[in-house]
């Protein structure tokens, strides 16, 4: 690690050399050895949400997706997303069946569209309470962590990796500072709330910076077409992807990590995009494109 005169890691810029770091795709594996994501996310009116991050997590390699959904949304998915696997639950137990699915992923991603119901809290904590796999929080869960500060300061606690996702205005309401202040030194931002939680930070801009507290990066890719609804829960489902793929075994013969792979999405992303407003143009980007670039992207 390297450190900067003011305290801070020296910031290493992504290159598209930086996707050398996905772990390979053995030619006799099956959707088993490319790992299990869980999306806990898409509430009553919220579908969408859920259904990129599905979407996005199924392009970026993973073998299975199973969405973790309330009742009213299962035939949305089931029509939207066949491909993906359906736990649903009801208002009156919304964590009785999540046990059982967070027993069966290799990743899990939680927030998008999630809301910030009672609802949407107990299932976040049940998350944090009993779950062993790495965890992505996007959006409403971020959103709920910054109501429960002692709670995002103990994220450290988790057995896993924890890699949270926020853009300016949810890291705002993380630090309690303004999008000004953050604006002005967003690696600070980032760094020191990497250290107090014990997580890696992915704080998403127009230049997004990913960092563990000890090493940053910078991604430059992307363009003013990605500016668009859902196109954070797509960089949610890529990074609970690539978590699934690469964090184990993978991290033990090979050294990656979380922050490995949070690197590694975002910059599938930024390119994603990059491809995608090529064919579309930056103006009438929409979310469900990038999905569609990572195809340009990815070998």
Known sequence: MSVAENGLPTVAELTRKDL????????????GTFGRVLIVGGSLCMSGAGYLAAKAALRAGCGMVEL???WENRVIYQTQLPE???TCYGEDDPTGPLEAALARADAVAIGMG?????TAKKL????????EKPLVIDADGLNLLAKDPDRAARLSRYPAPVILTPHMGEMSRLVGATVDEIATD???YAVEFAERSGAVVVLKSAKTYVTDGKRAARNSFGNSGMATAGSGDVLAGITASLAARGLQPYEVAHGTTAYDMARCAVLTHALAGDAAAAEHGENG???GDIIDGMAKVLP
């Open 20 to 31: 050398a770091l996905l772990p390979p795709r053995p030619r006799d594996g099956h959707k």
């Open 68 to 70: 973790f959904c309330p």
């Open 285 to 287: 980007l929409i979310a």
């Open 124 to 131: 976040l904590y049940a998350v944090l309470k009993t779950g």
């Open 114 to 118: 999630l809301s910030q119901s009672e």
């Open 84 to 86: 993906a696997l359906l």
């Open 186 to 188: 967003p690696l600070s």
